[in-house]
């Protein structure tokens, strides 16, 4: 079963930068051929998807209005999948954690039809 690890998170202040892990492993699929992303979801609010990665090719699909300030990479020797994040906001602070769907299909939210790690704080301040 794929388990999903997060790391990296801490408070920050505005206009910082921050890189998200997400330790990925149980299963040898999952680099060949896996849709992987990062989600955000702060008290009071809803589930926001920030960016996905297909990890057969790289492609990368973004949430409504993350392009500009969060990124996503994979590194198939270290089994991991990190979230880069820059010009920090207070209202980007939340809960962020990572999920994953083996299979041949990648979306923002395909990940979510996976499996998901428990999450990892980050708080901006002002």
């Known amino acids: 079963q794929v388990q999903l690890v997060e790391s990296g998170g801490g408070s920050v202040e505005a206009g910082g930068s921050l890189r998200l892990s997400c330790a990925v492993s149980g299963s040898e699929e999952i680099f060949r051929s896996a849709c992987i992303g990062w989600f955000r979801q702060a008290p009071g609010k809803e589930r926001e998807p920030v960016v996905s990665i297909f990890t057969d090719g790289g492609n990368r699909y973004w949430g409504e209005s993350m392009r500009s300030r969060f990124d996503i990479s994979r590194d198939k020797a270290k089994g991991a999948v990190y979230l880069h994040m820059k010009n920090l906001k207070p209202e980007d602070t939340a809960m962020y954690y990572c999920?994953?769907?083996?299979?041949?299909?990648?979306?923002?939210?395909?990940?979510?039809?996976?499996?998901r790690g428990q999450g990892t704080q980050v708080t901006v301040s002002s």
């Open positions: 999920a994953a769907r083996v299979g041949n299909y990648c979306s923002v939210v395909a990940p979510l039809g996976g499996n």
